[in-house]
């Protein structure tokens, strides 16, 4: 499971209970200083469900209730914006987030980490894009993250959701189905295009990211180490820079730093992948290539 979900829960824990639950917690799974997750690192399920019976032990509230404690932290928390704001920045209500979470967990699956995101489906059930059903199919069982996660949709943008949960994995259903129901007007139904225009920006911070995915090979034989992946956006070496990127052009120097965390938040959507969990590896000689968009 990618590293983001470890970072964001300590996160959450340090958060909800305190550093020093954070701390006796990292003590009794056996995390030092050296070994703290890391966000490009992929790491065992068993992680989490370890972690996640020593925190339910330590704070007295069942893992469920964690779970979905968590979900909604997840989905409302300045990291996750910051890490997955390029996905976030292309819906305005829980109902369309919702919808796009079966593509944007799909695309994590076409990167060499050998990760396994959950699957989706919806049903409509109504016209005004307010109520669906929703059928999520994971051998992880984490359907009370995913209820957590959408509490925490519709928290994004203002608005209430009523869950019904129908069907369940954990009592030996095949699958999780809930009936969602969103209530009220997304903020951004109300806002001014200029406000809309200014969120995106900051979510998505599209400048750099669109220059790297445009100089990357989609070819792992052609990958780069992000030295070779600066040095080709300063020279503006893309396979091509079509008309809306080329306000990108004028952008002044870019430090290394600012190249490493853009490919890290890439990462994180799926949009690029990197040779960070295949053997040997190390920050400097890391490789990169652009993932696949479609099977
Ligand atoms: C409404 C929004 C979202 C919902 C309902 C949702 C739901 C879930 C659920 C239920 C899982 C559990 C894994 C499983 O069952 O296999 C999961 C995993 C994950 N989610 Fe989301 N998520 C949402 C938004 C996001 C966002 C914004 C990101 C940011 C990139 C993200 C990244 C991930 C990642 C990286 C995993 C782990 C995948 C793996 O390693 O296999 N999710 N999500």
Not at 77 to 97: K, M, P, R
Not at 122 to 141: A, F, I, P, W
Not at 279 to 288: A, C, E, I, N, V
Request: include cysteine.
């Amino acid at each position: 499971m990618k590293g983001i979900i470890f970072v964001v829960w300590e996160k959450y824990l340090g958060e909800r209970f305190g550093s020093p639950f954070l701390d006796r917690y990292r003590a009794a799974i056996g995390e030092n200083q050296q070994n703290l997750p890391e966000i490009v690192r992929v790491y065992p399920d068993e992680l989490l469900v370890k972690g996640l019976a020593t925190a339910s032990k330590m704070s007295l509230e069942s893992e469920d209730a964690l779970m979905v404690e968590y979900g909604r932290f997840f989905m409302l928390n300045g990291l996750v914006e910051y890490l997955c704001g390029y996905l976030l920045a292309q819906s305005w209500s829980g109902y369309e987030l919702l919808l796009q979470m079966r593509d944007a967990h799909a695309q994590m699956r076409r990167t060499p980490d050998g990760i396994n995101p959950p699957l989706f489906e919806y049903e409509v059930l109504s016209g005004d894009h307010k109520h669906m059903m929703l059928t999520y199919e994971s051998n992880r069982r984490l359907c009370s993250l995913l209820e957590g996660c959408i509490y925490g949709a519709a928290e994004r943008f203002g608005e209430k959701v009523r869950i019904r949960q129908h069907t369940c994995q954990k009592k030996g259903d095949s699958v999780c189905r809930f009936e969602i129901l969103f209530e009220g007007d997304s903020w951004a139904k109300h806002a001014t295009p200029d406000r809309i225009k200014q969120e995106k920006e900051r979510l998505s911070k599209q400048g750099l990211s669109n220059l790297i995915l445009q100089v990357l090979s989609p070819n792992p034989n052609n990958a780069m180490d992000m030295f070779v992946i600066k040095k080709a956006i300063e020279q503006h070496q893309g396979s091509y820079f079509p008309e809306i990127y080329q306000k990108q052009q004028q952008l002044g120097p870019v430090h290394i730093s600012q190249v490493f965390t853009t490919l890290a938040k890439l990462q994180q959507v799926g949009l690029v992948s990197s040779t960070a969990n295949q053997g040997p590896d190390s920050f400097t000689q890391r490789l990169y290539w652009r993932s696949p968009t479609h099977d």
